[in-house]
């Protein structure tokens, strides 16, 4: 396992250095702070910070998020987003809700999940508003001891007001336990449009403190 490991932290390494001098390469930072109460619920407290190209802050933003575990398998969540994007003509603020619903099945130490997602963005200055449903599926590993979990993920974005899909996310990375109340996490992600755009790649950095 400490190989697999190896491979996947490698790989990202790797794969940043190999795109750090585009234009198209991103690092995005999110930290998280949730609280666990009556047994099922969980509130937490997201900020996360956007950098492109030679490590420019690109966007930055604060998401609060509650979420609820109807069976051990099934759980529910609502969030809501407040963001600015900056830009060379003026900052775009922007603020975004999003309902989830998330099915998962353990089989042996892999844990597949399926995570459907009604979403929208709307830029408020402009009150431009684009409504999304974000599809996802992901595989977790679970390692002896559960505190390392390497995934991979695959998300799709369809773009409900404009009838068309708009991007796609591949993932691939870790999390890594700390004791009972910290978790680090690091991936990359290659984020696909299927338009003209340049695609970008991402290196993802993670931290959540849960008390």
Known sequence: MKRILFIIILFIVGTSAGFSKTEKFGTWIELEFRKDFLKKFSF???????????FQLDEYMVQGKLSYDVFSFFSLAGTYRVGIE???KGNVSYSRFALDAQASKEINRFEVSLRGRFT???ELENENSSKYIRPRVKLEYRTKGKRIRPYTSYELFQNLTKAEMQKSRFDVG?????GDLHRVGLYYRLQDYFTDKASIHILGIEYRLRF
């Open 44 to 54: 937490s407290i997201v900020p996360e910070l956007r950098f492109q190209d030679q």
């Open 86 to 88: 900056i830009k060379n």
């Open 120 to 122: 929208n963005f709307s």
């Open 174 to 178: 870790f999390t890594r336990r700390l």
